[in-house]
């Protein structure tokens, strides 16, 4: 039986995935239909689309994951979910932590201004940049894929038909967790690196501007200081996903500790739902089409009340 606590945390974390689906399909059903528009599929477009797609996924394998754990935990010892599960996990959760580094790496080519001959010879090349980061992500699955089923495997030697990792001692289960996460890790850290890069190149501009600022804001300066605002909202959406996850990892060793493990599960899908909806204010396209869409159900909703006797 849960505790009110544990109740609430769920149904926030229910909340979470609705507004999560929202806002990521809408992302991906509007770059979808500008691209039908423009009979072109442009390298934004790409990665906006299989971010869209990617998180949509990750939030159904965190909350499904999170709600056969917390009720059904018999069923989640029991063999092939499990596995499933973890396969999936590491297709998805390594696309969309490569889709968002991608994005961040896009924008900081695209809007970024250093003089240094190697950010110059990568802005030139910013597609090439892109594939070798594809080619990366391959990388990544051809070494994380033999870890997963080595563990599979070694847990069912000690556990028959079951699989409990948990029987690791805790050493060995943190440092197997580790190198299953080094790839997603990596790139968190060279996205991380990018955005403070993009936050210094956009904060001297702003100063720049300032110097010669003759007594009122130049609409430049107010894009730039938004972009700064949008980068360091995703910075921190970015540490609490990797937070959630830490905390969810490290409940592996305490599995009795549901309130734990539910507000891991909560900090972690702030990002894929927070985020989508920072695009959507911060992308031009998608902020004029959700405007849109909120205008037609106002209309909607206005005709409704009228037609009500």
């Known amino acids: 039986m849960l505790s009110i606590v544990e ?18 399909g809408f992302i ?19 990665i906006l689309t299989g971010l869209a797609t990617s998180r ?33 996990w590491v297709i998805v959760n390594h696309s969309s932590i490569w889709f968002a580094t991608s994005l961040s790496i896009f924008y900081f080519l695209k809007i970024a201004n250093f003089s240094h001959h ?12 892109l594939l070798i980061l594809m080619g990366y992500l391959f990388i990544s699955w051809l070494f994380t894929f033999p870890q997963v089923v080595k563990i599979i495997s070694d847990s069912k030697k000690k556990n028959g038909s079951s699989f409990w990792p ?26 991380m690196i990018t955005c403070f890069l993009l936050i210094i190149s956009l904060w001297r501009h702003n100063r720049q501007m300032q ?7 130049d609409p430049s300066t107010e894009a730039h200081i938004k972009a700064m605002k949008i980068v360091i909202s995703f910075i921190i959406l970015f540490i609490l996903y990797f937070i959630g996850v830490a905390i969810e990892i ?11 493990f539910i507000f891991g599960m909560i900090t972690t899908a702030i990002f894929p739902w927070g985020h989508s909806f920072i695009l959507i204010l911060g992308n031009k ?10 205008k037609q159900l106002k209309c909607w909703g206005k005709e409704k009340l009228l037609r009500t006797p």
């Not at 110097?211 to 804001?217: I, M, Q, V």
């Open 285 to 294: 396209k998608l902020k004029q089409a959700s405007l849109k869409v909120l």
């Open 56 to 88: 949509i996924c990750l939030i159904w394998l965190i909350i499904i994951d999170g709600f056969i754990k917390i009720f059904f935990p018999d069923l989640y010892i029991s063999g092939k979910l499990t596995e499933y599960i973890s396969y999936s």
């Open 118 to 129: 190697i950010f110059l010879w990568l802005k030139g090349k910013i597609n090439r940049v």
């Open 166 to 191: 948990l029987n690791m001692h805790k050493l060995e289960y943190f440092m197997s967790q580790f190198l299953l996460n080094l790839g997603v890790i990596l790139l968190f850290i060279l996205c």
């Open 28 to 46: 991906g059903l509007v770059t979808c239909i500008d691209c039908v528009k423009n009979k072109n599929i442009s390298m934004i477009s790409f």
């Open 211 to 217: 110097s010669n600022a003759t007594g009122f804001r």
């Open 7 to 24: 109740s609430l945390l769920i149904f926030i974390s229910v909340s979470q995935s609705i507004l999560g689906f929202l806002g990521n």
């Open 250 to 260: 490290s409940c592996g060793t305490q599995p009795e500790n549901k309130l734990l």
